[in-house]
T-cell receptor, first 110, second 115 residues
Framework: KQEVTQIPAALSVPEGENLVLNCSFTDSAIYNLQWFRQDPGKGLTSLLLIQSSQREQTSGRLNASLDKSSGRSTLYIAASQPGDSATYLC?????????FGKGTKLSVKP | NAGVTQTPKFQVLKTGQSMTLQCAQDMNHNSMYWYRQDPGMGLRLIYYSASEGTTDKGEVPNGYNVSRLNKREFSLRLESAAPSQTSVYFC??????????????FGQGTRLTVV
């Protein structure tokens, strides 16, 4: 059974800082791993998808890495902005299901 | 593109009432999922359908039933609603076909309150 842990549960940083969000998972038999963003009261927005054969994926100020063998992924956010404030969720995807961590709630202070 | 569409967006039920949450996707995805999201619990998988004609239990299936009506539609039914089923429900879809493993897309959610 896949178990996903995200650390830290909450993070507050001043604007402009670079930060790293961590995701670990117990079952390394995954096809890919996806990072999402969720704003309060809203649905999930996909940020990045890393295939199991990839090590990194970049989109703008976001960079996600994947170490499948050790069951870890990180999401790096460069030069954080108040608009980045949201909850960030990771989800390793296996053949059948898609299991989520509880997320990291990020607050970026102006 | 509509993506993943959920109906209704909001619903209030009395304990014991039944209802069906509808989900439809227009991306030709073969896999569909139902989740519930509760404060402090994160997103928990209720049921999923890896392909048309198949359904499987997730982490919290008790009190729910699902129907994969066709490739586009995946419904979630509460036969006798309980206050513990008050939650926000999300539907998602993705493609898992051979070498193509796409990202998952989510609907905007259904906020259900059982009184």
């Amino acid at each position: 059974k896949q178990e996903v842990t995200q650390i830290p549960a909450a993070l507050s940083v001043p604007e402009g800082e670079n930060l790293v969000l961590n995701c670990s998972f117990t079952d390394s038999a995954i096809y890919n791993l996806q990072w999402f963003r969720q704003d309060p009261g809203k649905g999930l927005t996909s940020l990045l998808l890393i295939q199991s054969s990839q090590r990194e994926q970049t989109s703008g100020r976001l960079n996600a890495s994947l170490d499948k063998s050790s069951g870890r992924s990180t999401l790096y956010i460069a030069a954080s902005q108040p608009g980045d404030s949201a909850t960030y969720l990771c989800a390793p995807g296996s053949q059948g299901n898609l299991i989520f961590g509880k997320g990291t709630k990020l607050s970026v202070k102006p | 593109n509509a993506g993943v569409t959920q109906t209704p967006k909001f619903q209030v039920l009395k304990t014991g009432q039944s209802m069906t949450l509808q989900c439809a996707q227009d991306m030709n995805h073969n896999s569909m999922y139902w989740y519930r999201q509760d404060p402090g619990m994160g997103l928990r998988l209720i049921y999923y359908s890896a392909s048309e004609g198949t359904t499987d239990k997730g982490e919290v299936p008790n009190g729910y039933n699902v129907s994969r009506l066709n490739k586009r539609e995946f419904s979630l039914r509460l036969e006798s609603a309980a206050p513990s089923q008050t939650s926000v429900y999300f539907c998602a879809s993705r493609a898992l076909t051979g070498g193509a493993r796409t990202e998952a897309f989510f609907g905007q959610g259904t906020r259900l309150t059982v009184v």
